[in-house]
């Protein structure tokens, strides 16, 4: 009620005592009034300038923006107000705050406004705006090509200007599309800063509405005619784009009617500018126009370039522009470049190619940079197409591998790969292994990948091969891309046995170097490989380069060292545990050492490290008989490298490749050795089919080399056939169950025994709990209905321990089964969970067949596309139990037949042999067998191939021996009724 | 073809940037902050090429820049460029600023940055060179200039005066003053 009365205000000093005070309210009186006053006065923003000082004048970034906050919201409270006054100094600010960063769209409309005004400084900073703020929003552009069309009439030429250049800066398509016809109107104006304007306008219109170029066709004749360099040069712009546009477009200007040829009319106008003596509005530090020149340069090459005529017509003044042009300034080499450009994309006369060869020899040693970099980059175009002018300058190139100047560094690099032949390979390698060493990480990576394919290429031995392979490894240290690895893992495999013990020792020198292990993995990849895979001959081989050899203790320890140390990657400790378990059954006294520290793995934090610890630790264990099988060098891998990345590409392979690669390396992306194995023989032969004979290939558990192997891939195809969802269906699945089976014995498993009962059908659950297992044995995969590889991978190592289980022989085995590939090849498991193939092997145990027909249908729908097409299939023989079919199938060559017994009985056939005949016009080969032991249930099967010389009918005779009881028998048979032609 | 040129100091601060390709703003100033850190840390006696800016465009495209004093300039080009000559363009750019401004610093583009925009689009158009004639871009930016005087000096001002005027809305700004409430203030003298 009282509120200047202070309580208590007799304890308070007089002059604090408010209580009698007037003069303090007469002065918030007063005050009042002034605030009242300034309203109702023209309240003026903040000028431009005294923002932009306010900005600078902040200390710190917060500042600053509190600043920028503060006018922002200012801004937006005058927008709202339709303030037109001050709307110009307002988007100025705002423009200022964009250029800053800060968010200023919410200027566009207002932006719109100011070029609707009619007072030119608003149209300018309003159309200044619409360039800067305007987004590609539809609404806002229809509202502007309105603005637009309006000022495009304007009589002032600079508001034409203005709206011509905003519409070069945002035309979008439907813009372009209502403007084009004002654009080319004002084409043809006589007002030269118009119609320069008009042109460029033109130009970008074309970019964004090709379609729209006819319209400007007409307009482009007079262009090139001009005497304003601003016209000329923008004409020449035009008609560039367009030449680049079509091809018809081109042909029209170089046939346009008349004397008014365009070549001629170039070369005029570039003469007249070389030649034409100074004038000082286009000079710039020497020479005449050189803009003008560059572009006019540029559209000679496009006109010449396939083109004898008119390269013939340009040959001269491209002489005289290469001669005249004064170099000491970079105007002049810049002319110089873009001549020489031109020279070697026309049909030119081959003198005229000597002097641009020479002008870039030249630059190279120019001591301006830009000038180097220019040579190289002109170098590189022309390396294709004139290889020898190009290896002149060789020295100089590589002399440009040493400038501490990075772009010119990696123009000189790529530079230096495409100049390498058989010739020079080994200087060329010795100097790029140099930059290699030094090369920043960036460049390691290209530059080792680009030697190994240069050196794949080129290489003059093996040695040589091996050795650079070598270095590269160490000079790139751990930015080695996989490639490198996996490629030369492959050289090393596919090396004769003395290279093979050489380059091993030289790996394990290499290895002695501190700080190589961690450093230069990827070298350590390489080298357990080597060690791992050819231990025998490293340790206890012929010695003939005189290797220091280490004691297998040693060696033993320094896999301690790095397999226990953290810095070593995963990928390279999975590299060396496989190597260690292959070492296992190369040396003679370390094994325990090696089944020590093989079973420490076992309890290691990382899943893929301890799985594959746990695996081994079983071949040291129960199964120590399958371990030096198991773990037998691999075969040599072929190569033919399509494609020097990573896996992919690859012949008629699906893109699932990469999975089968990954799945089972934790981190995956670097994948390891092993798969880039697989994954580079999958380029290679680019047949899914060869992949699982290299991984059994490389199992060595084959015991009748190339006819099983063949049986094996056939595998690939049964099961990619089996569409049958019934496998009780003896028809459609015993051809699968033979092929499966067989499989099986490959693996050294023999399930027959336990699946004998059940006869042919059985056999199919058997083979059926490999597809079981693929439709298992990678949870991730199955919905994919292509994975087909990743599945037959899984699928065969379930298959094999599957039917062990169903042995019994090992229902103790505590890990899954896929990982049989794994211990085979490297390649590491496909990571499922064990309980999935308990159910498996249980299943198969219980009803294979039906198993396989529940769980089937992924893999059966598999792969239809890849199945060849087969002929109806022939039995030829169904006697006693012993039923032998033939089942032709037509391959691109040759037609296979499958010839499959099974023998139902209840007796067991020994040393079955099966013979064929066939007339003279067909040649037969006839593949080793699966087997020669028929017990009850059991099957045997055998690939025939037959090439046929003529176009007679196929008959075949067999004849078939076996022991029964002892005794021989022999039955003969003849087969007809093979299908004659590929069905199509 | 140019797809945006910049201009920004040695600490990074933009100072011009004018895009010719549609960028939306975040984009534009990452674009920005790339360049400045590629730009940056190169020596100046290397060459004046630079590719490797990710955002902008890829492998087809490069920075070609030069370095004045405190001022970077920075045009991103596509492949159809000729190097060299983008580098006799940004020394005609920065000849003109030079006579606009007479010896331009870094201040000037500060505080006329609408102004450098003017003179850059008189250069260069939707990023293809329109003009390289020194005089012939004075001329017309000084022709411009004049017609913005004469609208912002006497001859415009009765306009300005009406608009003002028009715009002032008098009674609903008299209905706007606050005075406070003096019975209210004399009710509360106390003697």
């Known amino acids: 009620m009282y509120p200047y009365y202070e309580q208590d205000w007799s304890v308070l000093p007089p002059e604090n005592n408010r209580r009698f005070n007037p003069a303090f309210n007469m002065a918030t009186i007063r005050q009042a009034f002034t605030e009242a006053v300034e309203r109702v006065r023209m309240p003026t923003p903040t000028r431009l300038r005294d923002l932009i000082r306010q900005i600078r004048a902040a200390r710190t970034a917060a500042e600053e923006r509190a600043v920028v906050n503060k006018e922002c919201a200012y801004i937006r409270s005058t927008f709202r107000e339709e303030d037109s006054v001050w709307r110009c100094r307002n988007i100025a600010k705002l423009l200022y705050i964009h250029m800053l960063g800060y968010p200023a769209h919410f200027g566009q409309l207002e932006c719109l406004k100011l070029t609707a005004s009619t007072r030119f400084t608003d149209k300018r900073i309003g159309y200044l705006g619409a360039m800067l703020l305007l987004d590609e929003r539809q609404d806002v552009h229809l509202l502007i090509t309105n603005c637009l069309k309006n000022d495009l009439n304007s009589s002032t030429q600079f508001v034409v200007g203005l709206a011509l250049c905003t519409l070069g800066a945002i035309a979008s398509p439907e813009m372009a599309r209502d403007l084009a016809s004002e654009v080319e109107r004002l084409m043809k104006s006589p007002n030269t800063y118009i119609r320069k304007k008009a042109t460029l306008c033109a130009f970008r219109v074309i970019r964004r509405v090709p379609e729209l170029m006819e319209i400007f066709l007409p307009a482009t004749r007079s262009l090139l005619s001009e005497k304003n360099h601003g016209i000329l040069i923008t004409g020449v712009t035009l008609i560039t784009e367009m030449c680049e546009n079509s091809s018809d477009t081109l042909l029209h200007f170089k046939k346009d009617s008349g004397n008014r040829e365009i070549v001629p009319n170039l070369v005029r106008i570039l003469k007249n500018l070389i030649l034409g003596g100074y004038s000082p509005e286009h000079d710039v530090s020497g020479v005449s126009d050189p803009f003008l020149q560059v572009k006019i340069l540029r559209l000679l090459r496009i006109l010449g370039h396939n083109d004898p005529d008119a390269s013939e017509a340009m040959n001269d003044i491209l002489a005289q522009v290469a001669t005249n042009t004064e170099t000491s300034k970079n105007v002049g080499n810049t002319i110089l470049y873009e001549t020489v450009l031109s020279i070697m994309d026309i049909r030119s006369e081959g003198g005229l190619r000597v002097l641009a ?3 870039l020899g030249r630059f190279l040693l120019n001591s301006d940079k830009n000038i180097r970099y220019v040579a190289l980059n002109t170098l590189l175009r022309t390396v294709h197409a004139d290889t020898s002018a190009v290896q002149r300058h060789r020295t100089t190139i ?13 123009r000189a690099m790529e530079l230096s790969f495409a100049l390498i032949n058989a010739q020079n390979i080994r200087t060329m390698t010795k100097e790029l292994l140099l930059f290699l060493e030094k090369a920043d990480a960036e460049f390691k990576a290209q530059c080792s990948s680009g030697m190994i394919l240069a050196a794949e290429r080129y290489s003059p031995n093996t040695r040589w091969h091996l050795d650079t392979q070598l270095s590269v490894l160490i000079a790139a240290g751990n930015y080695v891309r996989d490639d490198v690895v996996s490629s030369t893992i492959q050289l090393v495999s596919s090396s004769p046995v003395p290279e093979q013990t050489y380059i091993t020792n030289r790996f394990w020198e290499s290895l002695q170097v501190s700080n190589h292990c961690e450093d230069k993995q990827p070298l350590l990849q390489v080298a357990v490989w080597a060690i791992g895979e050819y231990g025998d001959l490293f340790m206890y081989g012929a010695n003939e380069d005189e290797f220091e050899r280490p004691t297998e ?22 590299y060396a545990l496989v190597s260690l378990a292959k070492l296992s059954t190369r040396l003679q006294q370390c094994v325990e050492e090696i089944q020590a520290l093989i079973t420490s793995f076992g309890s290691h934090l990382n899943v893929d490290l301890q799985q594959r610890g746990v695996e081994f630790t079983q071949l040291f264990g129960h199964y120590k008989h399958l371990r030096p099988p198991l773990l037998e060098k691999m075969p040599a891998m072929q190569i033919s490298r399509i494609s020097s990345q990573n896996g992919e590409s690859g012949g008629s392979f699906d893109d699932n490749s990469p999975d089968v690669i990954e799945n089972g390396v934790e981190g995956a992306g670097n994948g390891g050795g092993g798969h880039s194995l697989i994954e580079s023989n999958m380029n290679t ?10 991984l059994l290939g490389s199992t060595d558990l084959s015991a009748g080399g190339g006819g099983d192997l063949v049986a094996a891939t056939d595998l690939s195809n049964s099961v990619h056939k089996k569409n049958s969802r019934n496998a009780n269906d003896g028809g459609a699945t015993s051809a699968p169950v033979s092929h499966n089976q067989d499989l099986l014995d490959l693996l050294d498993l023999d399930m027959s025994s336990t699946t004998n009962a059940a006869g042919p059908p059985t056999g199919v659950g058997g083979g059926g709990g490999g597809i079981l297992a693929l439709a298992i044995g990678d949870n991730n995969q199955t919905s994919a209905a292509s994975a087909n590889m990743n599945n037959i991978l899984g699928g065969l190592d379930l298959s094999g321990f599957g039917s062990g289980l169903v042995d019994g022989s090992a229902a103790s085995i505590p890990t899954n089964g896929n990982d049989l590939a794994s211990m085979l090849g490297g390649l590491s498991g496909v990571s499922s969970t064990s309980a999935p193939l308990a159910s498996a092997a249980a299943g198969n145990l219980i009803d294979g067949g039906n198993l396989l027909a529940d769980l089937n249908p992924t893999a059966a729908s598999n792969n239809a596309a890849l199945v060849p097409p087969r002929g109806p299939k022939l039995t030829a023989l169904d006697k006693d139990g012993l039923l032998v079919q033939l089942e032709p199938v037509w391959g691109p060559d040759c037609m296979r037949i499958y010839v499959t017994t099974t023998n139902s009985s209840d007796n067991t056939l020994d040393q079955y042999v099966l013979k064929a005949a066939v007339q003279k016009s067909f040649q037969l080969q006839l593949v080793t067998p699966s087997g020669s032991l028929l017990p009850p249930g059991g099957v045997i099967t055998q690939e025939m191939r037959v090439v046929a010389s003529s176009n007679a009918t196929l ?3 067999l004849r078939i021996q076996y022991l029964l009881d002892g005794k021989q028998q022999v039955e003969q048979t003849e087969v007809s009724g093979f299908p004659d032609q590929v069905p199509e | 073809m140019i797809k945006a040129i910049l201009v920004f100091n040695n600490h990074g601060k933009p100072r011009l940037s004018k895009f010719y390709q549609y960028f939306d703003e975040s984009l534009q100033q990452q674009i920005i902050k790339e360049t400045f850190q590629l730009v940056s840390k190169r020596d100046d006696n290397v060459c004046n090429f630079l590719e490797g800016g990710s955002l902008i465009g890829g492998s087809d495209y490069k920075l070609i820049y030069r370095h004045y004093a405190t001022l970077y300039f920075v045009f991103c080009v596509d492949s159809s460029e000729s190097e060299l000559g983008i580098l006799d363009l940004i020394q005609v750019f920065v000849e003109t600023l030079d006579k606009c401004f007479e010896n331009v610093c870094e201040l000037d583009l500060i505080f006329h940055a609408d102004a450098v925009h003017h003179i850059l689009s008189e250069l260069v158009m939707g990023g293809m060179v329109l003009q390289t004639n020194m005089n ?18 006497i001859s415009a001002a009765p306009a300005r005066a009406v608009s003002a005027v028009k715009s002032m809305n008098i009674p609903q700004q008299i209905k706007d003053i606050k005075l406070p409430d003096l019975p209210q203030a004399i009710k509360d003298f106390k003697f």
């Open chain 1, 685 to 694: 032969l680019g047949d899914n089919t060869n992949i699982l004979l290299d």
């Open chain 1, 553 to 574: 203790s040693d060696l033993i320890a320094v896999y301690h060292k790095f397999l226990t140390s953290a810095q070593v990657s995963t990928t390279s400790k999975q």
């Open chain 2, 136 to 153: 012939d871009i004075m001329a017309r930016i000084e022709e411009q200039n004049k017609i913005v005087k004469q609208e912002a000096g």
């Open chain 1, 357 to 359: 060869v020479n002008i």
């Open chain 1, 398 to 410: 590589l002399e440009c591998l040493k400038d501490p100047d990075v772009s010119i560094r990696r």
């Open chain 1, 955 to 957: 008959r075949m005779r």
